[in-house]
């Protein structure tokens, strides 16, 4: 078991900065792919971006490709998510996910975290 507590959130106007938090305890931090999910109002939650156990490989969705930047500390149990140039359509409850096996934790990770407001204005 993994608990995830996300933090960060907030507001910002159409393209300015926020970086996002999650916080990890539990099991030991290192063993988990790590990733970062959204949902915004009326649509179904969809994927943002994956890193490996290791950090040496991460994965984004198009969408934000280029733009957020997904990050982990192993030592201090971490992950953020650098997010720039947001866009109103950034608006969405983010949340930070846990999974042992990164292809999973892309798709259907195990463990949740309770999510963080985004809001972006235009």
């Known amino acids: 078991q993994v608990q995830l507590v996300e933090s960060g959130g907030g507001e910002v106007q159409a393209g300015g900065s926020l970086r996002l938090s999650c916080a990890a305890s539990?099991?030991?931090?290192?063993?988990?792919?790590l990733g970062w999910f959204r949902q915004a109002p009326g649509k179904e939650r969809e994927f943002v971006a994956a890193?490996?156990?290791?950090?040496?490989?991460?994965y984004y969705a198009e969408s934000v490709k280029g733009r957020f930047t997904i990050s982990r500390d192993n030592v201090k149990n971490t992950v953020s998510l650098q997010m720039d140039s947001l866009k109103p359509e950034d608006t969405a409850v983010y949340y930070c996910?846990?999974?042992?096996?990164?292809?999973?934790?892309?798709?259907?990770?195990?463990?949740w975290g309770q999510g963080t407001q985004v809001t972006v204005s235009s």
């Open positions: 996910a846990a999974d042992g096996n990164f292809a999973r934790v892309r798709g259907t990770p195990g463990f």
């Open positions: 890193i490996h156990w290791s950090g040496g490989s991460t």
């Open positions: 539990g099991r030991p931090f290192g063993v988990y792919a």
